[in-house]
């Protein structure tokens, strides 16, 4: 339930890192309290000040920027955190989205959490989960793998890992790799149905509803431009049960409403469906 935090509660604490999200896109997709934490702040660790400073320059934010990325991070973090244990707030924020996901602000949360500095999150735009709810596939159940890096070989070992996941599945990937990443998950996932989500938030934004193979050949003549989501449907194998994406309650409620039994034989079918005891589906439902 949404609770309407007092100006109290969004104080900044000294000694303090903030996980604040930034725009993906779309300047306006800012927070009224990441504008707060980032005025406030001692300092803004930014993965690239460059892009960061326009940011800043478009809020009006004034706070003194350090470099914190893939390449310093291990120097850069411990300034980092000998400035928070004098005393200092720091918001940690990446070129765009959510800091800590397919970025070094993960490490930075670590190393904080390690030395007893209170991390807080500032949530906001997040390039995984805008693809995953606007792709049309079930975001009941889904997984994140970010980049597939690595060699072919161990590309295609993932995705074979991922093959019998029934979940959803969201990826990243770079414009340059996107025809040779489409080609690869094809022959290694079938011919499954995607959601290809281009330049999310901008005015360019495209969102292609799409087969694999379509995918792949429409990259045959088009270049790819900009930055992508690849949202993956689940494996679809036929031993999917009928409950695979039902609640333990609505699983239930099939077999009390629609076929008809009573309250006792209905969680007694669901227990043996999911091969659990009856009385983890009776705690389930109370
Ligand atoms: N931490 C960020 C987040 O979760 O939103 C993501 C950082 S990751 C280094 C950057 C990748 O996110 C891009 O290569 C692209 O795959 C995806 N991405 C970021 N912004 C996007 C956008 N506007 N549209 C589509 N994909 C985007």
Known sequence: MTEFTDSEKNRV???TLYLVATPIGNLSDI???AVKVLNEVSFIAAEDTRVTSKLLFASGIRSPLFSYHEHNKKEAGEKIIERLKSGQSCAVVTD???PAI?????????SCIDSNIPVVSVPGA??????LTVSGLS?????????LEGSDAEKRSRLAEIASDKRTTVFYEAPHRLSETLSIMLSELGDRRISLCRELTKINEEILRVRLSEAVRIFEST????????????CTSEETPFWENMTVSEHVAYYSQKMGMDKMSAMKATAKDRGVSKNSIYKELI
């Open 13 to 15: 604490e000294s000694g």
């Open 31 to 33: 927070s009224e309290r």
């Open 96 to 98: 765009a989205g959510t």
């Open 102 to 110: 397919s970025d070094p602000g993960e490490d930075i949360v670590k």
């Open 126 to 131: 997040c390039a995984a989960i805008t693809a």
């Open 139 to 147: 975001t009941r159940r889904f997984a994140f793998e970010g980049f």
């Open 223 to 234: 270049v790819p431009r900009g930055e992508f989501v690849i949202v993956v449907e689940g």
